[in-house]
């Protein structure tokens, strides 16, 4: 099993950015896909989540209304579209897909 996270980078407070994460090893369409981050000093969190199928998802209440989880089942990829992001979510992303994590990709949200 592998994920390989990409799309981090520094941006600004209230620009977007669209992490996304390549799955292989394992029938990706088969499987719940997760993000989660975690910020320097504190424990990692959990930020969304999307059913196999895609038609499901939840979101923490900390991101709600600003970023959206999809997948490409196709494309064996998952996504998450940071909009309006804020310097509070500066972190580490990770997907995750039971057992399996990513390597992550940082997140900075700065002027």
């Known amino acids: 099993v592998q994920l390989v996270e990409s799309g981090g980078g520094l941006v600004q407070p209230g620009g977007s950015l669209r992490l996304s994460c390549a799955a292989s090893?394992?029938?990706?369409?088969?499987?719940?896909m997760r993000w989660y981050r975690q910020a320097p000093g504190k424990e990692r969190e959990w930020v969304a989540t999307?059913?196999?199928?895609?038609?499901?998802?939840n979101y923490a209440d900390s991101v709600k209304g600003r970023f959206t989880i999809s997948r490409d089942n196709a494309k064996n990829t998952l996504y998450l579209q940071m909009n309006s992001l804020k310097p509070e979510d500066t972190a580490v992303y990770y997907c995750?897909?039971?057992?399996?994590w990513g390597q992550g990709t940082q997140v900075t949200v700065s002027s």
């Open positions: 995750y897909a039971n057992p399996a």
């Open positions: 999307i059913s196999s199928g895609g038609g499901s998802k």
């Open positions: 090893g394992f029938t990706f369409s088969s499987y719940v």
